[in-house]
């Protein structure tokens, strides 16, 4: 019984690793070959194991393979070359790109490992399962790249003509790789397996080209980017004007004489639509013709499927909105199954565009926030120091976080301080007693007085926010010169006085900056007041659908339905309130807003602090027209 059992998985594990080795012959100029067709992840020192040919004999069939081999192509592997005494010791399998090694009766690991001049750790680090013992049967994982004496071209691993080769250098980091070329840290990782063993200046990542790269290499040989037009775009609008509500409240104006207090859904929407149809009209002169379908929708999930199932959306050709997270997810996935474009003009997490090209965030993220500040901290490093100050609350420790992963990946100096600003001392048993906060020595130890103290409020929280203020003020000014930086979230915030806001030139990153002295402000204001008889109100959303209308509507008009293709080469644009400039999030995902203003407190006026932008040509188009 034993020994059929024995024969039977003998047959199994033989016939397994057999499954990846070719069994097609042909014969050249009197000689036989096997032909091996490359797949992903395929190396030249796995096939020379599988078959049990020297790599030397593989190169010497198959000229101009020496460095590195594609996927689909077809390698000849001489029969006679094949080490006989070597495939009768159990040769391994490739299986899915992996060098895979199938255990037999009598084998050990040090045995195995000393097969692949590998060490034992590795092994067992490679396959945790062989820690409780080595089995019959167990396939374990060679990792080619811990392999000695092989050279870095034999375990090259073999990827599709589509990618590029990455020589790393010094001071790189896998995050800078990342965002160099467009793609996930996952994504370079899962193609480049030798990173399991870290970064290293010198080493050669294989990175797949982006769409961006693509079209600029279409450029490059004189190619052109063909835009596909309409001649009426059909435009859905969801705004959360919340009808059911306002009709109630419309009613019982009338009835009681009740004054009408509308929610704050109700008003936005209402700017922001009021702002989006003068955007339409400034257009129609330019050409445009579009059909605007606005939809009330909130955070009703429910809703959102029934505009969903009643079909009306499949024509439309661009969607704006919804303005609530929970709705807006469900509209995502609907426009990535149907591949039409989806706006988000309100801040949300940047997870929303992850695998949907169709998805465009009009406002930057906290995160894009948070890295557009310290970017600024790169000038004048020498004159100045950086002082991150966070709270030990949740929220706070992530913008700390992010700032500190995005400093360090971008060699910026900056000094990271926890502090608790609401601590007070006790109080003291004699009054000629000097009690000493401990939070301000902390403060005070972080300074330079030979430098200008740059500070980084990591925190949106006001109960953080106004007692570090309070703790700052204690500073000697004349000793320790304070400039106090922080996120779009303190520009809102009603508890921060501004004798607090000018005293320390507080900077801000902004995602909107009104500047009322400016002409197009100014004409604006006029016009809108002509159309609805008031003012636009302070919460700039009547800007705010202004600047979305008419950049989006103004990309469909001069690039066509495919407008994203061209977002890298657009450059940048000012709308009244928004500046724009789009960058792909990750390849296959979404699209961000990455530009926003830097705005300064200063002698009690608001200064829009010019920073450097560098134009890039506009790419050339040939006009497809399709039917509407």
Not at 99 to 127: D, F, M, P, R
Not at 175 to 185: A, E, H, L, M
Not at 322 to 344: G, Q, R
Not at 531 to 545: E, H, Q
């Amino acid at each position: 019984m034993l020994r059929n059992l024995s024969i039977i998985l003998f047959l199994l594990f033989s016939l397994i690793s057999n499954a990846q080795k070719s069994t097609e012959l042909v014969k050249i100029n009197g000689v036989k070959y096997y032909v091996h067709t490359v797949e992903k992840g395929h190396t030249l020192y796995a096939i020379s194991k599988v078959y049990s040919v020297d790599i030397v004999d593989i190169i010497a069939a198959n000229p101009g393979i020496s460095s590195g081999l594609s996927i689909g192509q077809e390698l000849l592997i001489p029969k006679n070359e094949i080490n006989k005494k070597e495939a009768k010791k159990n040769p391994p399998q490739l299986i899915d790109g992996k060098l895979i090694h199938t255990v037999v009766g009598k084998e050990t690991l040090y045995g195995i490992a000393g097969k692949y001049k590998i060490s034992v750790a590795e092994l067992v680090k490679q396959n945790p399962k062989v820690a409780e013992g080595l089995k019959v049967g167990m396939e374990l994982v060679i990792n080619q790249t811990t392999i000695e004496e092989v050279s870095h071209e034999d375990i090259k691993p073999a990827l599709p003509d589509d990618y590029i080769e990455h020589v790393v250098e010094e001071k790189e980091t896998l995050y800078s790789i990342s965002k160099t070329y467009n793609i996930g840290i996952d994504s370079i990782v899962s193609i480049n397996p030798s990173l399991i063993e870290g970064l290293k200046i010198g080493m050669v990542l294989f990175i797949p080209k982006t769409e961006v790269e693509y079209i600029q290499q279409q450029q490059d040989e004189g190619l052109i980017y063909s835009a596909e037009y309409k001649n009426t775009y059909n435009i859905a609008l969801f705004l959360p004007f919340d009808l059911i509500e306002t009709d109630t409240i419309i009613l019982e104006n009338k009835l009681r004489m009740k004054p009408m207090e509308f929610s704050q859904n109700t008003l936005v929407s209402v700017e922001f639509y009021r702002g989006f149809l003068m955007a339409i009209d400034s257009l129609k002169n330019q050409g445009l013709n579009a059909n605007v379908f606005v939809y009330d929708l909130g955070n009703d999930a429910g809703m959102a499927k029934k505009y969903i199932s009643d079909g009306s959306l499949n024509k439309m050709d661009l969607l704006i909105g919804p303005f609530h997270f929970s709705t807006f997810i469900f509209m995502a996935d609907f426009a990535h199954e149907n591949k039409i474009k989806i706006v988000c003009p309100i801040d949300h997490p940047n997870r929303v565009m992850l695998k949907k090209p169709e998805v465009i965030e009009s406002t930057p993220s906290q995160t894009t926030q948070i890295r557009f500040i310290a970017e600024y901290f790169k000038t004048d490093q020498e004159s100045t120091r950086t002082i991150a100050v966070f709270g030990d609350e949740a929220r706070s420790k992530i913008i700390s976080d992010e700032f500190k992963k995005y400093t360090y990946e971008n060699n910026i100096k900056a000094k990271h301080l926890l502090l608790n600003p609401s601590f007070k001392p006790k109080e003291p048993i004699n009054k000629d007693e000097v009690v000493i906060n401990p939070q301000f020595e902390y403060l005070i130890n972080a300074l330079d007085s030979n430098k200008v103290n740059r500070i980084f409020i990591a925190s949106a929280n006001d109960a953080f926010i106004i007692p570090l203020f309070n703790l700052m003020n204690g500073v000697d000014t004349s000793i320790y010169k304070i400039q106090v930086y922080g996120l779009n979230s303190l520009f809102s915030s009603d508890q921060i006085n501004n004798y607090y806001r000018h005293k320390f030139k507080l900077t801000l990153s902004l995602t909107n900056f009104v500047d009322y002295s400016d002409p197009k402000i100014i004409s604006f204001i006029n016009e809108y007041r002509k159309l609805y008889n008031t003012d636009p109100s302070s919460s700039g959303f009547a800007m705010r659908g202004f600047d979305n209308g008419y950049y989006f509507l103004t990309q469909l008009l001069e690039y066509g339905l495919h407008f994203e293709k061209v977002f890298e080469r657009s450059g940048n644009e000012n709308g009244l309130q928004m500046k724009f400039n789009f960058k792909n999030v990750e390849i296959e995902s979404g699209y961000e807003n990455q530009d926003m203003y830097l705005v300064r407190y200063k002698d009690y006026n608001m200064i829009n602090l010019q920073t450097q932008i560098i134009l890039e040509k506009p790419i050339q188009v040939e006009k497809k027209i399709r039917g509407s």
